[in-house]
Every structure is written in C-alpha cells, then in structure tokens.
C-alpha cells in the first residue's frame, strides 16, 4: 500500500497565546477557546452550565403528552419571551439571563424577518450591539465578521462570543421568525469582563488567528499537534480479523488519527471496520465505532473539513479530538466484513499530565433499522451517568422517500433535568442549516457533506461540533432527537456522538450490532407520474423575483405531476415573482394551473403578459394538498416566451404568515368548440 499523506505538509502552523488561567472570561480568552481542542480533556474552570433560548413551540409542555398539539408541536416560528415598548417602539425579547454568562451561539433561518437586533449588557439602556439580525448572522459585521458568522445552506449562524458580567438580554424589533440562541452561565463570583465593540479592536490578533483556523480547518495546526510521538500502522486487515494497530504507554493524549483505507467496496468497508480505543488497561472500549462515522462520515467517503476530524481531497480521514490516559492505551481495529482492507493508520500524541480534572474522550455509535415514523418519537443518540462534556455528533439518515425526515427538535436534558434546557426548532436548525435545504456545506463546525437528493431522498450525513458551545455536565446528560418526518414512512439512521466524561462514568450504548454495521439498501423511487402537456412550475425560467427565496419541492404524496413544484418561500406582501413560459405557435389557449395549498402559504394575484387573470387568490389551507386544476383564463398568447406573475397580496386570518405560493404546472388548451 502507497498511501501517503502528503496533503498534511500544507499544515499553517500557529501559536495562539493561552491567556493565563487568572484572567478574567472575556472576549479574547473564548475567542482562544473556539480553537483550543486540548482544553476540552478537562473539565471546565471555572465550570459553566450551557443551556439554550429558542422559538420552540410553547405548546410542547408535557413529556407524556405525545401529540402534535403537545410535545411534538411544530410551530416554532415567532415565539418569544416576551414584547417590551422601548422609546416608543416595541422589542421582542428572545432572552433575558442573569450573568455572569456569555451567548456562544446566535442561528436563524430568517433573520430578514427579525429586523433590528439589540443585545443589552448588564443592565444597560443602550445597547452594546444593535444592528439589523441579517447583517449580524450573514458576517456582515467588524466584530463577527465571516467565517465566524455566515450563511450555509439557508442556515444563518454566528459563533462570536459575547461574554457579559452581570445580564444579558437580546431582543428584535420583529417578532416572526425562529431562532436559537446558546449561551453559557458561569458560577456566582466569576469574573467576566462583559464585551464592547472597542474590545474586539484590541482583540485583532486573536480575531486573525481564530479566523484563519475556522476558514481552512484541515489546514489548521495549532502548537500542541507539532509537539508529536507517532505511532502507527500499516497494511491488511483480513476479512473477520482483529488487529491492536497502537499500544501507547505513560500518560500521553492522542491529538491526530490519520487513517487512509482501500477496499473494493470502500462504503461497506468504512462502516463494517470497528474502531475501538481502550484507556488505562480498561476492558471495555471508550470509542466504539464503525471507522467511518469515528470520522464523520457515512456513507463511505465524503469531504469535508472541520476542526475536529474531517476527509481530506485525497480521503484520508483525520480527527484530532485530544485523547488523554493515565497510563497506556490501545487502538483496536476489527474488520466484520468478508474483504481484506488496506489500511494506514498514524497516530500522534503528547505528553499529557493527569489530574483530577482530566477526562477520557468518549466516541459511541449507535443504529437502528426500520424506525416508523409513525408515531412520533424522542430517538436518543446517548444518555451518559457521570462528569464530562459533550461535544459533538453526526447523523445519518436513510430515507426512502423525497419528503423531509428532519422536522424533529432537538432536547437535551443536563443532570436530571425533568425539561430540557435546550429545546430546538427543526434537526436541521439544530445541525445550522435551514429549510431542508439538500445543499452540500462544510465548515469548522457543523456540516452536511453528504445528501443524495432528489430533494431529501436517499443518504443524508450531518455533524455539530460543539467546541465554544459545548455542553458540561456534573452527573447525567441525555440527548434527544424527535423523528418528525413528513411522511408515515420506514426510515434507518445511526448517530455517533463525542463527549469526555471521569473514569467512572457509564453510558447506555452498547457494542454495535453486527446486523447494523452495513451500509442500508434504499429502494429506487419510482417513476413519477407526470401530466401530460404539464408545463411545471419547477422547470419554468425564473425571469425575476423581488423577494424570498425559491427552490424546487420536491414530495411523494401531495399530488404534483413529477413529483415536484416550484417552491416560494419568505416573500412579502408587495413581493412578485415572474417566471417565463413558452408557446410554439401564437393563439388563442385556455390556461389552467394547479397550486399548492397549506397553512403557511398567501393570497396571490396572479397575472399573464401583466394581464389580471386571479385576484387575491387565497392559497390557506389546514394541511398541504395539491388543488384541483384551475381555469385562469383564455386569451391570446404569442409565440415564444409568455410571462406568468405571481404578486403576493397578504394572508388567510387563519393562516401562519409566512405567504409562500407553490407552483405545480400551467397548462395550455385550445378553447372548445362553440357549437
């Protein structure tokens, strides 16, 4: 095997001055610890409780209640604490905390919704930021500038730090939107230097430093990975075999596993090759995982590039999460396939010095096949007794159908929480992106590297990383994920997750089954049926748009011919969307349309060649159906490129005001003939 790993030798190396344990919490000591891998293997000091504000539906109340009206209620869009008139004018609060604290991570799917955003610091009348939420989550700002805010597939996120000393409150001058905001609470008498816009000018340095390390992760190399004893292993793996590819001893922590496999079937390998790393001459394995989703991958091979692990250009898998031991430790690979894999493995560490405070990296798969979506449930990813930090995830979905599998809130209960203190909005929210949005995106922090399409079909690989919102625990943690799907269907999924926790603590995921370390087999979507002289809305040209986002839908069961509709999400009353239609010989055509109704969507005039052709056409219903086909009008069409308008006019009284419109076909017919 000539696998090398010479994309390594790109590595920027960079030294980052630690501040001194007495500073106080401020702005530049948790910009360091956006990038400081190493201070994860130690329980925070001073501790911290992380705990998360969010527009989650206030109906969800009761964990035994399990309805849509209840705990698996949907409408977490424009919930807030509360409104609150300020010179004359009115602020939604979307969180009121006690400090001393810092929020560590803002996400929106529509902050043009939100308006003006205010954070208030320690009691203040004015301000410490107060600019539009767009500008602020699209890295559009001096103090959180890309990457450190920016979109990803729809998703708007900021990871600036905003430690405060005394309170915090953030509010917006618009109420319709969701949100989520995580933020950090320090012990009483913890000395927090609350932030200013002057301080991030001081900061300059460390705002380079953290930049350059979020923008190209892989290439990241901070001072700790250049301090390094390899160990390693190269060669077969025989089908069925087992092999300990390192034995360390003394007390040292792994800080990167690099790791480049060759198989003929290199999915089937990645997930049915067992990684294991046993601590301390300890029986049962900590990690334990098939070795591609250790990575973050799933299935087989995908790019991507985060701080903690990631694949590189040339597939060689990376992590570098730092793994401290006391006295020695074992890296297991067992192979449950029947091929022979070529591996590479290399291994770095540093000499590490055990404490009271030190804690064993934990990294635990867990899958299910055939989960029915029906009814809803809670799936949990882990649940852990015990001391430690968690620290991050990835999913992946198997999903047999185009809808959206991914409505589900996250609910990670902390120490016996009877609620969660993080209650989400929608998994992809959780995973910071939006919409459902099938788009690829990878970054330092979250990423989905993997998504089959059309639409949501398929295999979807998503991650989090929680590095400056990572979650402290002192005697249980619990993570859970609602299965929310659009549709009654049959789903498969696993998720690995990351967390560093004392000796002594215990986990509830077991040893992977053998039967669930294959990669699931997914049925090959039918041919959809299609109506024929449709001309659909999905394929038309967009001629323009003067607000909103548009997309292609795409859904089993809703009716469309194809499958498919063309999607208008987020537009405003006033807001017009044109979209052009051809016609091969000029004439006089009945022209009908099928829409889509839901309780989300608008009232729409609608025009063709700026003709009215439907006034206020209400498009509200409870629940989304497809219409019937609908006469507009007949008139004269030329030959060549006609025009067909939608203008949004407002909304059903009933409806959620979002004003979306769907488009599934227009079609053209002579008129009949007149007797």
Same mark, same amino acid.
């Given at each position: 095997?000539?696998?090398?790993?010479?994309?390594? /030798? !790109?590595?920027?190396?960079?030294?980052?001055? &630690?501040?001194?344990?007495? *500073?106080?919490?401020?702005?530049?000591?948790?910009?360091?610890?956006?990038?400081?891998?190493?201070?994860?293997?130690?329980?925070?000091?001073?501790?911290?409780?992380?705990?998360?504000?969010?527009?989650?539906?206030? &109906?969800?109340?009761?964990?035994?209640?399990?309805?849509?009206?209840?705990?698996?209620?949907?409408?977490?869009?424009?919930?807030?604490?509360?409104?609150?008139?300020?010179?004359?004018?009115?602020?939604?609060? !979307?969180?009121?905390?006690?400090?001393?604290? %810092?929020?560590?991570?803002?996400?929106?799917?529509?902050?043009?919704?939100?308006?003006?955003?205010?954070?208030?610091?320690?009691?203040?009348?004015?301000?410490?930021?107060?600019?539009?939420?767009?500008?602020?989550?699209?890295?559009?700002?001096?103090?959180?500038?890309?990457?450190? /805010?920016?979109? &990803?597939? &729809?998703?708007?996120?900021?990871?600036?730090?905003?430690?405060?000393?005394?309170?915090?409150?953030?509010?917006?001058?618009?109420?319709?939107?969701?949100?989520?905001?995580?933020?950090?609470?320090?012990?009483?008498?913890?000395?927090?230097?609350?932030?200013?816009? =002057? @301080?991030?000018?001081?900061?300059?340095?460390?705002?380079?430093?953290?930049?350059?390390?979020? $923008?190209?992760?892989?290439?990241?190399?901070?001072?700790?990975?250049?301090?390094? =004893?390899?160990?390693?292993?190269?060669?077969?793996?025989?089908?069925?075999?087992?092999?300990?590819?390192?034995? /360390?001893?003394?007390?040292?922590? #792994?800080?990167?596993?690099?790791?480049?496999?060759? +198989?003929?079937?290199?999915?089937? /390998?990645?997930?049915?090759?067992?990684?294991?790393?046993?601590?301390?001459?300890?029986?049962?394995?900590?990690?334990?995982?098939?070795?591609?989703?250790?990575?973050?991958?799933?299935?087989?091979?995908?790019?991507?590039?985060? !701080?903690?692990?990631?694949?590189?250009?040339?597939?060689?898998?990376?992590?570098?999460?730092?793994?401290?031991?006391?006295?020695?430790?074992?890296?297991?690979?067992?192979?449950?396939?029947?091929?022979?894999?070529?591996?590479?493995?290399?291994?770095?560490?540093?000499?590490?010095?055990?404490?009271?405070?030190?804690?064993?990296?934990?990294? =635990?798969?867990?899958?299910?096949?055939?989960?029915?979506?029906?009814?809803?449930?809670?799936?949990?990813?882990?649940?852990?007794?015990?001391?430690?930090?968690?620290?991050?995830?990835?999913?992946?979905?198997?999903?047999?159908?185009?809808?959206?599998?991914?409505?589900?809130?996250?609910?990670?209960?902390?120490?016996?929480?009877?609620?969660?203190?993080? #209650?989400?909005?929608?998994?992809?929210?959780?995973?910071?992106?939006?919409?459902?949005?099938?788009?690829?995106?990878?970054?330092?922090?979250?990423?989905?590297?993997?998504?089959?399409?059309?639409?949501?079909?398929?295999?979807?690989?998503?991650?989090?990383?929680?590095?400056?919102?990572?979650?402290?625990?002192?005697?249980?943690?619990?993570? *859970?994920?609602?299965?929310?799907?659009?549709?009654?269907?049959?789903?498969?999924?696993? %998720?690995?997750?990351?967390?560093?926790?004392?000796?002594?603590?215990?986990?509830?995921?077991?040893?992977?089954?053998?039967?669930?370390?294959?990669?699931?087999?997914?049925? +090959?979507?039918?041919?959809?049926?299609?109506?024929?002289?449709?001309?659909?809305?999905?394929?038309?040209?967009?001629?323009?748009?003067?607000?909103?986002?548009?997309?292609?839908?795409?859904?089993?069961?809703?009716?469309?011919?194809?499958?498919? @509709?063309?999607?208008?999400?987020?537009?405003?009353?006033?807001?017009?969307?044109?979209?052009?239609?051809?016609?091969?010989?000029?004439?006089?055509?009945?022209?009908? +349309?099928?829409?889509?109704?839901?309780?989300?969507?608008?009232?729409?005039?609608?025009?063709?060649?700026?003709?009215?052709? %439907? =006034?206020?056409?209400?498009?509200?219903?409870?629940?989304?159906? %497809?219409?019937?086909?609908?006469?507009?009008?007949?008139?004269?069409?030329?030959?060549?490129?006609?025009?067909?308008?939608? $203008?949004?006019?407002?909304?059903?009284?009933?409806?959620?005001?979002?004003?979306?419109?769907? !488009?599934?076909?227009?079609?053209?017919?002579?008129?009949?003939?007149?007797?």
């Amino acid at each position: 095997m000539t696998k090398k790993f010479g994309t390594l /030798a !790109l590595f920027l190396c960079i030294t980052f001055a &630690r501040p001194a344990l007495a *500073d106080p919490i401020s702005i530049e000591t948790l910009l360091h610890e956006m990038i400081d891998l190493p201070a994860l293997a130690t329980f925070p000091d001073p501790a911290y409780v992380t705990k998360q504000f969010s527009s989650y539906d206030q &109906r969800s109340t009761d964990r035994a209640v399990l309805t849509d009206e209840n705990w698996f209620a949907n409408g977490d869009r424009g919930q807030h604490l509360r409104a609150e008139e300020r010179n004359g004018a009115t602020e939604h609060v !979307l969180m009121d905390a006690e400090g001393p604290g %810092a929020i560590v991570r803002f996400w929106s799917a529509n902050p043009a919704d939100a308006g003006v955003l205010r954070i208030y610091l320690d009691g203040e009348d004015t301000p410490v930021i107060e600019v539009s939420l767009e500008d602020y989550l699209g890295g559009k700002t001096e103090y959180a500038p890309k990457p450190i /805010a920016g979109e &990803r597939s &729809r998703g708007w996120n900021s990871h600036l730090p905003i430690p405060y000393a005394k309170h915090c409150k953030v509010t917006t001058s618009k109420p319709d939107f969701y949100y989520q905001i995580n933020y950090r609470s320090y012990g009483a008498g913890t000395e927090v230097k609350s932030f200013s816009v =002057k @301080q991030t000018k001081a900061a300059a340095k460390a705002y380079k430093e953290v930049s350059a390390a979020i $923008e190209d992760p892989a290439a990241y190399a901070p001072e700790h990975l250049t301090k390094e =004893k390899d160990f390693g292993f190269e060669g077969e793996v025989r089908g069925g075999g087992e092999l300990p590819v390192v034995i /360390a001893d003394g007390a040292q922590a #792994f800080t990167q596993i690099l790791c480049a496999v060759e +198989a003929a079937d290199l999915a089937a /390998a990645l997930r049915g090759a067992v990684i294991r790393i046993y601590y301390d001459g300890e029986k049962t394995p900590r990690v334990e995982a098939p070795l591609g989703d250790f990575f973050g991958t799933a299935p087989g091979i995908n790019a991507y590039a985060s !701080l903690n692990s990631g694949v590189l250009p040339d597939n060689t898998l990376y992590s570098r999460w730092v793994m401290p031991f006391h006295k020695g430790a074992a890296i297991v690979l067992t192979n449950t396939t029947e091929a022979t894999l070529n591996v590479k493995m290399d291994v770095h560490s540093m000499p590490w010095k055990w404490d009271k405070n030190s804690l064993y990296f934990h990294a =635990k798969w867990r899958a299910e096949h055939d989960i029915k979506t029906r009814p809803r449930q809670d799936w949990n990813y882990v649940t852990v007794q015990g001391r430690g930090r968690f620290v991050g995830d990835m999913l992946h979905i198997s999903n047999p159908v185009p809808a959206w599998w991914g409505e589900g809130d996250e609910k990670i209960y902390v120490d016996g929480e009877a609620f969660p203190s993080h #209650f989400g909005t929608g998994t992809e929210d959780y995973y910071g992106y939006a919409w459902c949005d099938n788009q690829p995106f990878t970054h330092a922090y979250h990423n989905q590297p993997h998504c089959d399409g059309p639409a949501n079909y398929g295999n979807t690989c998503v991650s989090r990383y929680h590095i400056i919102d990572d979650i402290p625990f002192t005697t249980s943690f619990q993570f *859970d994920m609602e299965v929310w799907h659009w549709e009654d269907c049959i789903i498969d999924q696993s %998720a690995i997750s990351y967390w560093y926790a004392d000796r002594t603590s215990t986990n509830n995921v077991s040893a992977p089954d053998p039967a669930l370390l294959i990669v699931p087999e997914i049925a +090959a979507l039918p041919e959809p049926k299609r109506v024929e002289g449709a001309l659909e809305g999905e394929k038309l040209e967009v001629i323009s748009k003067t607000g909103g986002n548009l997309t292609v839908q795409n859904a089993v069961g809703w009716g469309w011919s194809a499958n498919e @509709q063309v999607w208008w999400t987020e537009p405003a009353p006033g807001d017009k969307l044109t979209l052009g239609f051809t016609v091969e010989t000029a004439g006089t055509y009945e022209v009908a +349309a099928v829409f889509t109704k839901a309780g989300d969507y608008g009232i729409a005039n609608l025009y063709i060649n700026g003709a009215l052709v %439907a =006034k206020e056409m209400d498009f509200y219903n409870n629940g989304v159906v %497809a219409t019937p086909e609908i006469g507009l009008a007949t008139l004269e069409l030329k030959a060549g490129r006609n025009e067909f308008t939608v $203008e949004i006019t407002g909304s059903n009284a009933m409806a959620e005001p979002k004003h979306m419109a769907g !488009l599934d076909y227009l079609i053209l017919r002579a008129p009949a003939a007149t007797p």
